[in-house]
């Protein structure tokens, strides 16, 4: 068996930029991360900066019963929930402004600006509108023009109709938030390295402990599996989550998830696809998410390998396009990297057997709210910013006979694109 290609990680200081824009996502990322207090006017302030930048005159949040919960992580807040709608104007130049209700003046007090109240329905328009401060503005929303990234969409149709009648226009804000949100620190990239290490480890451990149990003639399932990553993940120091183990078939379905106690059976000349995510178990910590393909025997056999290799040229494809954009210092979309890894599938016949997108944003949640690499679910326009992270993971489903997918977690510096962690480059014989 080939040995597998390992990637180490080189960590520096500072990461210089090639872009005026790539060196503010740099910056936004050297706050401090050891102190456990917000500092919400620091981040208005780097708000500020951004929306300058952006050539925007304010970014207007919008709450209703805890509906957007980008804000949380955004203005560095707890929850701000509450029974009534309030709304948190920042312009690009001078003081916020709280629009409350009157029975809740001191929802969102954490964050500074002065604060206007509303008691009736009728007054809220008008109040809205004195926080902006008039017509002609151009300001951000969570709102994604034809829903083309859900995930940003927060804001209702009625309230966007309602602010657009202020005489104001809105745009997305999309890019902001990718910014605020999805950007990592250096801490919180050595955690998710740390995760993904590990992952990897538990994978190949998953892997020998199917061998083992196939050579003693114990009957093996699917739930097994995962019970036993589950456990090591524990003693990882890692959250035990529960992950996809699929065998030959049930592979072919992306998202087929093994019932309690009603796995199906490994056993020798089987495929076997496990798809994993988790973190270390430490405040503010990424996710890790990686797929890794084994097959039970010693010579993996031809009809897999060829889809294999299909599989895994996309991916690294995708790859090289963003590694290649960054280091020219040329912009590079979601939907862009998407459509080079689903070319190569489509070029080799397996267009409609490649179901989902290519890749998906990661943050503490495992999937981000960064850019996606997706230009078939959603038109994610979004370009790729650095310090940010994303999967690269194309597949392809054979259904009723298996499923392929090669994951890895990529990273992105003001100048490359790295894999985070030691990568698959072959499907692993598990018996050899």
């Not at 807040?77 to 029974?83: A, D, K, P």
């Not at 797929?291 to 996309?314: D, L, Q, R, S």
């Not at 080079?340 to 397996?350: E, L, N």
């Amino acid at each position: 068996m080939k040995k597998l290609f390992v990637i180490f990680l080189l960590f520096g200081t500072t990461v210089l930029a090639q872009t005026v824009s790539n060196q503010f996502y740099l910056s936004r990322a050297k706050e401090s991360f050891a102190s456990p207090q917000t500092d919400q006017e620091k981040r208005i302030a780097e708000i500020q900066a951004a929306l300058k930048q952006q050539k925007l005159d304010g970014w207007l949040f919008y709450d209703f019963r805890g509906s957007d919960i980008l804000i949380p992580r955004i203005l560095k807040t707890e929850r701000l929930g509450g029974s009534r709608r309030w709304f948190y104007y920042v312009p690009a130049i001078g003081e916020p402004v709280k629009v409350v209700h009157a029975i809740e003046p001191d929802q969102i007090d954490v964050l500074p600006g002065k604060k206007l109240i509303y008691r009736e329905w009728s007054l809220l328009k008008s109040q809205v509108g004195a926080a902006v401060g008039g017509k002609g503005k151009r300001i951000a929303m969570q709102y994604s023009p034809n829903n083309d990234i859900p995930y940003i969409s927060r804001v209702d149709a009625g309230t966007i109709e309602m602010v657009r009648s202020l005489g104001v226009t809105i745009d997305s804000s999309a890019d902001l938030v990718q910014q605020f949100e999805a950007v990592w620190t250096d801490e919180q990239l050595q955690m998710h390295t740390e995760a993904a290490t590990k992952m990897q480890k538990v994978i190949l451990e998953a892997f020998a402990e199917i061998k083992r149990r196939i050579n003693a003639d114990i009957p093996t399932t699917e739930n097994d599996v995962q019970q036993f990553m589950m456990k090591r993940y524990e003693e990882e120091g890692m959250n035990p989550s529960p992950m996809i183990v699929a065998v030959n078939a049930n592979a072919a379905s992306p998202h087929y998830f093994p019932r309690a106690g009603k796995g199906s059976p490994i056993k020798r000349g089987d495929l076997v696809l496990i798809d994993t995510v988790t973190k270390v178990k430490k405040p503010k910590a990424p996710a890790a998410d990686l797929t890794w393909m084994g097959y039970v025997g010693e010579t993996v056999p031809e009809e897999y390998v060829k889809v294999w290799n299909i599989v895994f040229e996309a991916q690294q494809s995708a790859l090289k396009a963003i590694r290649d954009a960054f280091k020219a210092g040329k912009p590079i979309t979601g939907a862009q990297a998407d459509d080079v890894s689903r070319g190569v599938i489509t070029k080799a016949g397996y267009a409609k057997e490649f179901l989902h997108r290519t890749g998906h944003s990661i943050g503490e949640e495992g999937h981000g709210n960064g850019a996606n690499i997706d230009n078939l679910e959603t038109r994610d326009s979004r370009r790729l910013i650095p310090r940010t992270a994303f999967s690269i993971e194309p597949g392809i489903y054979l259904a009723g006979k298996f499923g392929v997918r090669s994951e890895i977690d990529v990273y992105v510096t003001g100048t490359d694109a790295i894999i985070t962690h030691p990568h698959q480059t072959e499907i692993f014989a598990i018996l050899k």
